[in-house]
């Protein structure tokens, strides 16, 4: 058995904790135990750290958008140069034993399995973008003008915006693809749609000024400190805001335009609209793998499939789960932005050290 262990200390605890998951709210998990002296291992499933958000594009304007991006990647050069972070890339758990204060892991890390021991465990797993492309109304896959806005991010990641828009000069954002939709099972609110949207139309709009953009809302959910005052440089830059929730895209013939048919909901017409390129904003589902690591982990999931106590007793801000010294934290608990995902990974920590203190009893509540 090969183990990772701190020093036991006077309440004869493993002083360490073991995080599956090296996104930013494990990241952020990990830094805030180094800071009181604990130890960790991040168990990442990817050959590198960062999660989704290291995969996306600033979108700093002539200042910044608090998109935090480069909080991802500060986090992870942080992790880098910190002696009391181990890493485990390319790895899965595959089993854990005991209980609380005395949990055995096995990991499988390339074809070897290993053991080791931790007083806590804090999921950390991320999510997944909703995959738009099940939902064929919207014409993702089977119109080149119609992209995610995952996609739309990852390529920002590569190139300006400039050369990705090259000759396009009319562009629809549509919300809530994927999210508070009771059809697709996925009832709640996604959370970062709108403000990870508004940023991409506000660069648009702010590096190709001639661009036409239309942003299909139903209601603007609040995002960063000052979402108002975002919106309204928004609007002072011409972007044009349509109530209206798009329901179906449809080509058009010779024309290199699709159609995007909406409800009108100010009026309770239904209505079209021609544009060059439609970015649907997709929001978050959990991993795919969530349901299996509940079961290895021995925890509820809520009824959405996100990890909490239980369905009942679900609470975003909470980062108990039902099996006690078993913590989550960021998005496999709910949906949350960066920033936010980077506090709970913080609160998840503090949770943790109060527990492998002997502070808190070991229970969900």
């Known amino acids: 058995m090969s183990l990772f262990i701190g020093d036991n200390g006077r309440d004869n605890m493993p002083k360490n904790a073991i995080i599956i998951g090296g996104g930013v709210s494990g990241l952020s998990a990990?830094?805030?135990?180094?800071?009181?002296?604990?130890?960790?291992?991040?168990?990442?499933?990817?050959?590198?750290?960062?999660?989704?958000?290291?995969?996306?594009?600033?979108?700093?304007?002539?200042?910044?958008?608090?998109?935090?991006?480069?909080?991802?990647?500060?986090?992870?050069?942080?992790?880098?140069?910190?002696?009391?972070?181990s890493v485990l890339t390319e790895s899965r758990v595959t089993a854990v034993d005991g209980e609380a204060g005395d949990f055995t892991v096995t990991v499988e890390n390339n074809g070897d399995l290993k053991q080791f021991e931790a007083g806590v465990i804090i999921a950390a797993t991320g999510f997944e973008p909703f995959a738009a492309e099940t939902m064929g109304a919207y014409g993702l896959g089977s119109y080149s003008q119609v992209i995610s806005s995952y996609q739309l991010e990852q390529e920002l990641s590569e190139r300006t915006i400039s050369d990705i828009l090259a000759d396009i000069t009319e562009i629809a954002f549509l919300q809530c693809i994927g999210s508070r939709d009771r059809?697709?099972?996925?009832?709640?609110?996604?959370?970062?749609?709108?403000?990870?949207?508004?940023?991409?139309?506000?660069?648009?709009?702010?590096?190709?000024?001639?661009?036409?953009?239309?942003?299909?809302?139903?209601?603007?959910?609040?995002?960063?400190?000052s979402p108002d005052q975002f919106?309204?440089?928004?609007?002072?830059?011409?972007?044009?805001?349509?109530?209206g929730k798009g329901s179906e895209i449809k080509g058009r013939?010779?024309?290199?335009?699709?159609?995007?048919?909406?409800?009108d909901l100010i009026n309770g017409r239904r209505k079209s609209m021609p544009f060059e390129l439609v970015?649907?904003?997709?929001?978050l589902t959990p991993r795919s793998g969530a349901s299996k690591l509940?079961?290895?982990?021995?925890?509820n999931r809520d009824q959405y499939g996100f990890f909490?106590?239980?369905?009942?007793?679900?609470?975003?801000?909470?980062?108990?789960?039902?099996?006690?010294?078993?913590?989550a934290a960021g998005t496999c608990q709910g949906p949350r932005d960066a920033a936010e995902s980077i506090a709970h990974g913080k609160k998840a920590a503090l949770k943790a050290i109060s527990l492998l203190r002997g502070r808190s009893v070991w229970k969900t509540g």
């Open 279 to 283: 970015v649907l904003s997709v929001g």
């Open 308 to 327: 909490g106590v239980s369905p009942q007793e679900a609470n975003r801000d909470e980062v108990l789960t039902s099996r006690p010294g078993v913590l």
């Open 231 to 243: 919106k309204r440089s928004c609007d002072e830059l011409g972007i044009n805001f349509i109530r």
């Open 183 to 225: 059809q697709n099972g996925n009832p709640y609110c996604s959370r970062i749609c709108c403000g990870y949207a508004l940023r991409l139309a506000k660069l648009i709009k702010s590096k190709n000024p001639e661009t036409d953009i239309s942003f299909f809302y139903m209601d603007l959910q609040n995002f960063g400190k």
């Open 30 to 85: 990990a830094e805030a135990l180094a800071g009181q002296g604990v130890k960790s291992l991040i168990i990442e499933k990817e050959c590198s750290l960062g999660g989704e958000a290291v995969t996306y594009g600033c979108k700093a304007t002539d200042e910044c958008s608090r998109c935090n991006v480069c909080l991802a990647l500060d986090l992870v050069r942080k992790s880098q140069n910190e002696p009391l972070i």
């Open 294 to 299: 509940s079961r290895i982990l021995g925890i």
């Open 253 to 263: 013939n010779n024309s290199g335009k699709v159609d995007v048919i909406y409800e």
